[in-house]
């Protein structure tokens, strides 16, 4: 049989949080509706497919990289290790991975990377949004954790509210110290 898994990461771009990725392989004979690429549906809408393809997937699986990862990685390097860890926990093991962007990680079987695969590849389309989903998911419980910061509302992005709360209470262990804004933060309150 030949599997193919589409793969994509989210959460590269905030400041808070862990990179989470998604491994998917879909059934060749099923049709689900309103797959697209993660970022244009609302999160209502990538809760109703998420679901959709969690019941029709051949199979799928989650990675994460956390904030000591990506620290010590870098934030690229992170995700790849959380895109290897779901394609790891996929069953049945793909016999082909198709990775959104321009480059893919190393994994134990053919890979190739497709830029704007989020938009264009159905399997891609499914990882995105299963990947979006369970980040969104778990910066809501860390809302209940770190309150002050608003995670449950921006997810760990560099709203002017986050930065404001950044400015005030410091960074919280959810945070990136490699990243320049969460770092200016440490150096404001270091002198002081």
Sequence with gaps: MRWVAGVDEAGVGPLAG?????????RRCV?????????RLSAKKRLIV??????????????????MEIDHLNVLHAAWLAMQRAVAA????????????QYTPVFPCPARAIVRGDATVAEIM????LAKVARDEEMCEWDGVYPQ??????????TARHLAALREF???????????????AVQEEDDT
């Design 149 to 158: 910061y608003g995670f449950a509302v921006h997810k760990g992005y560099g």
């Design 126 to 129: 499914a990882a995105s949004i």
């Design 18 to 26: 862990p990179v989470v990725a998604a491994a998917v392989i879909l």
């Design 170 to 184: 410091g960074p919280c262990p959810l945070h990136r110290n490699s990243f320049a804004p969460v770092r200016a």
């Design 31 to 39: 049709r689900i509706d309103g797959l697209d690429d993660s970022k």
């Design 90 to 101: 996929l069953a049945p093991a793909p016999t082909q991975v198709l990775v959104d962007g």
């Design 50 to 67: 998420a679901e959709q393809i969690k019941q029709s997937a051949l199979g799928f699986a989650v990675g994460r990289a956390d904030v």
